[in-house]
């Protein structure tokens, strides 16, 4: 087992007007190479603040995050972010959206045509390929998000976050999205860690699901091992009993476990 | 008539995030045209796509038919005020009076006797050169005031201070300075140009959006980068914003600024008119002003919605 990602006694304070507001604390994980993880917990628990500091988008208040041996400093392409709301640029087409950041990694060692090689690429493998030349405003939500998994995995990461990346799609987009980054994921060995508050998605996507406590101080409740075998078919586990059990697992952490807290937190 | 509702628009100002700017720097900050470009886009061809002739005649009627009446009211107007004689000339004496005018608009006789077109083309052109200057320092300027907050605060009370002063006031500075007429009445225009660029080019960096910003961190582009993919783009519709509001202002100034410098152009033609008594061309001057002041926005606007159409 490689350790690739370590979080090692991570907690996160914000100042507030009403004083310090502790938003995580004790934080420990080590993430394996190729491993894919769900952050998953009820609105508010620091599932995001946790994700925006493995991405480096912030900085931890206390303890340290490193990846592949490396301190997390800041932000940087190794570390690629699919945003919860796509956040392509509007002014470009999904073709230079993509260009932009492969551009930002390879242009120091490729050739142009070599980056637009890639930047086909990436966009074929999410499915677009009819629609590289369109803008954002163009195409529909789930079309977008795929162009945002698409820059992002341009960039070949090293670890790849997403921020509840199908989370505004209706259910059928949602599923089909799900089972291309399965696909996605087995073929590039992608280290992945997703925020999801979707029980299903968490079960069927993940190696391990990090399932938080309710905030504030929010920590790290239970970690989940979905020993399921790959390539998984969601309508075969539907009816898998080991499936079952680990959907239940999930939905007792939150709905039983944690959801007394949340009364008192009200 | 789409003009006039456009700048109709203005008087009527959302109210623009008041809080994250200082209430003068507010005002004059429109949203950005582009809103409302794109509903006309939309509403547009409703009528023009496979209806019947008439109800296309109707549409037609409806589109053409109260601006037309609008004019035409006016003009009775002026003839019932004006028919029974007096000092104010009627509409048929100012007809006369513009096609003889406009038969030769480009002749010379010495430097205070030119035609119409020359008088207009040298406004324009003063318009232009302060206009241009204001754009060169207050878009970048305005790029500095949105980026770094510090500096926000240092210059914004400065603004507030100085935008409220009429550019006339700034006349004598520049005839101090220059000791020239002719750059003076450019200094004014440029000192009236450059706050609504400065402001709303500020205003547009401050809004651009904190998930474009986040890209470019997790992309780790570069300044330029930043500048030309992500800042510029976004910032593009209020800066176009700003610059429709100077051009205006710069247009509605330079008339009082020539009239006080003198020399070429279509104020100090309005001032000699007056001099010379010839009231028939004082109200062409006044319909010359209106019309090229009109084309003037709807170029802008014209310019605004290809490059946002482009840009979004």
């Not at chain 1, 991570?10 to 507030?16: P, W």
């Not at chain 2, 000192?191 to 997790?218: E, H």
Request: hydrophobic share 50%; with cysteine; aromatic share 8%.
């Amino acid at each position: 087992m490689e350790k690739f990602v370590q979080i090692e006694k991570v907690g996160q304070t914000f100042d507030t007007k009403k004083g310090k507001f502790v938003a995580l604390r004790d934080i420990d994980l080590t993430i394996r190479k190729g491993e894919f993880i769900a952050l998953i917990g009820h609105s508010g628990c620091g599932k995001s603040t946790l994700l925006n500091l493995i991405s480096g988008l912030a900085l931890p208040t206390t303890g340290v995050l490193l990846c592949d041996g490396r301190e997390i400093a800041g932000p940087g392409p190794e570390r690629a972010v699919v945003f919860q709301n796509h956040s392509l640029l509007p002014w470009l087409t999904c073709f230079e959206n993509v260009y932009l950041a492969v551009e930002r990694v390879f242009s120091g060692r490729e050739g142009k045509a070599k980056l637009k090689e890639r930047t086909a690429a990436a966009i074929g493998l999410v499915g677009l390929d009819h629609a590289s030349s369109k803008y954002p405003h163009e195409i529909s939500g789930g079309m977008k998000q795929r162009v945002g998994i698409a820059r992002a995995l341009s960039m070949e990461p090293k670890v790849l976050l997403m921020d509840e990346p199908f989370g505004a799609l209706d259910a059928l987009t949602r599923a089909r999205l799900q089972d291309e980054l399965m696909k996605i994921c087995e073929a590039t060995r992608a280290t992945t860690v997703m925020v999801t508050h979707d029980v299903d998605e968490a079960v069927l996507l993940s190696d391990r699901i990090v399932m938080m406590t309710n905030g504030p101080a929010a920590t790290i409740g239970e970690i989940l091992e979905v020993d399921l075998p790959r390539p998984r078919q969601r309508l075969t586990l539907a009816h898998d009993p080991a499936y079952i059990d680990y959907r239940a697992a999930v939905l007792e952490f939150l709905y039983e476990k944690q959801a007394h807290v949340e009364k008192m937190a009200a | 008539m789409s003009a006039l509702t456009m700048s109709g628009d203005f008087g009527l100002e959302k109210p623009v995030d008041r809080s994250t700017t200082s209430p003068p720097v507010a005002e004059a900050v429109a949203e950005p045209a582009k809103e409302r470009t794109m509903e006309k886009v939309a509403t547009r061809p409703v009528a023009e796509t496979g209806t019947p002739l008439g109800e296309r005649l109707a549409a037609f009627g409806r589109a053409v038919l109260p601006p037309v009446l609008g004019l035409v009211v006016l003009i009775g107007l002026w003839h019932v005020a004006t028919h029974k004689g007096g000092s104010i000339p009627g509409p048929a004496q100012v007809w006369d009076a513009a096609v003889a005018l406009f038969s030769d608009p480009f002749y010379r006789n010495g430097p205070n006797d030119q035609g119409i077109g020359w008088n207009v083309l040298s406004s324009l052109q003063r318009v232009g050169i302060g206009f241009g200057l204001a754009a060169l320092v207050g878009i970048p300027l305005g790029f500095m005031l949105g980026r770094f907050a510090f500096l926000s605060s240092m210059v914004n009370p400065v603004i507030s201070l100085l935008r409220p002063v009429s550019p006339l006031a700034w006349l004598p500075i520049g005839l101090l300075v220059f000791k020239k007429a002719d750059p003076a009445a450019t200094w004014t225009i440029f000192i009236c140009s450059i706050w609504p660029m400065i402001m709303n080019t500020a205003q547009g960096v401050q809004r651009v959006p904190q998930d474009y910003l986040n890209v470019a961190r997790v992309l780790a582009l570069s300044e330029w980068k930043i500048v030309t993919r992500i800042l510029f783009p976004a910032v593009l519709p209020y800066m176009l914003t700003g610059i429709r509001l100077s051009i205006g202002t710069a247009w509605l100034v330079i008339v009082a600024a020539e009239m006080l410098t003198g020399g070429v152009g279509i104020g100090f033609w309005v001032w000699d008119e007056w001099n010379n008594l010839k009231v028939e061309h004082i109200i062409i001057a006044i319909f010359v002003i209106g019309v090229v002041g009109l084309i003037l926005e709807q170029a802008l606007i014209l310019l605004a919605r290809k490059l946002t159409k482009e840009s979004s």
